[in-house]
């Protein structure tokens, strides 16, 4: 049995590459369930076979439900700051921009062109749907949100479309993108179609363009309480349509980027057009720099998933620089 304090945590015995999940919705007869690796899935209670409870601590159970749910961990964050005391920052991963390199070169063998990274982060052209991941998203995004598009579609048409294009990565999170978006309410989807069309295919100057779509991100969490829009869900659209200008942002990880290529840039700092502009600089100086040691980036989405997988594989912390 579950810690009755804990949340319901559950595992599907014939699908354990979905991870752990928690549930969403439990009505109708049916349970809505969130995974980690599986996403959202949908089952007939009276059919569903195979459903146990995780094998995992409280603790655990609550942070993988704070996660899953897109929010903060207060408990962690109440323990970190106790007794005055502030969070340690941990000391960096690579001593040196070299030193990242040198990692992508040894878990990446062959690149960016290299058969790992394509099948983990770029996709293939010949692959449909998700299969073809970043590549198809790519192809999806400028068919589905193109100008002539934004023309004869219809609003719920181009919400739909908005979010699958969503759902083709593991960028953005389903409770903060594709599902927060789906509860958004009717009177605010016209607004945030309008602002996204300005955002993909408006020409004047991109941080207004930029802040004014995220100022029509109405979303809101399972209790009806405003949600904040994250950095990747802001981000995203512009990434996808637009990969050899814009970038997708995941701020811890831009932030570690920052301090190896000198650009510093804060986390924490909110999402608004000035923030972005320093966020990109951090990826074209990294594009700069990978160019420069002989890799090829076909665009930005190669630099970001450059970024975001030598800071999230969390190899073993580089030694300080010697002494000369």
Known sequence: MSNPKSPAVFVLENQPEWGAGIVLEDRDGKWVLLFEQGGRRVFNKLLIKGLKSADMSPGDAIAL??????RPLKAATA?????????????????????????????????????????????RADRKGKNGYKTA???????????????????????????KLIQFTNIVHPMEGAIAL???????HAPFIAAT??????????????????????ISDAEG?????TWPLATLLSAMYHPTEHVCVKPTAFEAQGALVGLPVDKSQPVTGAAYARFREVALATQKRLIEAGHHPRDLMDVYSFIWRSHAEKPARAAPPATP
């Open 137 to 163: 998203a790519i192809a999806f995004a400028q068919e589905h949100l193109s100008p002539e598009r934004f023309e004869t579609a219809s609003e719920e048409e181009l919400l739909a479309a908005t979010k």
């Open 197 to 218: 069309k300005t955002l993909l295919h408006g020409t004047s100057d991109y941080a207004g363009r930029f802040e004014r779509f995220v100022d029509t991100v109405n």
């Open 65 to 70: 439900d704070a996660k899953l749910r897109g």
């Open 79 to 123: 323990k970190s700051t106790k007794k005055g005391k502030k969070p340690t920052a941990p000391p960096p991963l690579y001593a040196a921009f070299a030193d990242q390199v040198r990692w992508f070169e040894t878990f990446f063998v062959g690149g960016f062109e290299g058969e790992r990274f394509i099948e983990e982060e770029r996709g």
């Open 182 to 188: 789906g509860a958004m309410k009717a009177e605010d």
């Open 225 to 229: 309480k405003a949600k904040k829009v």
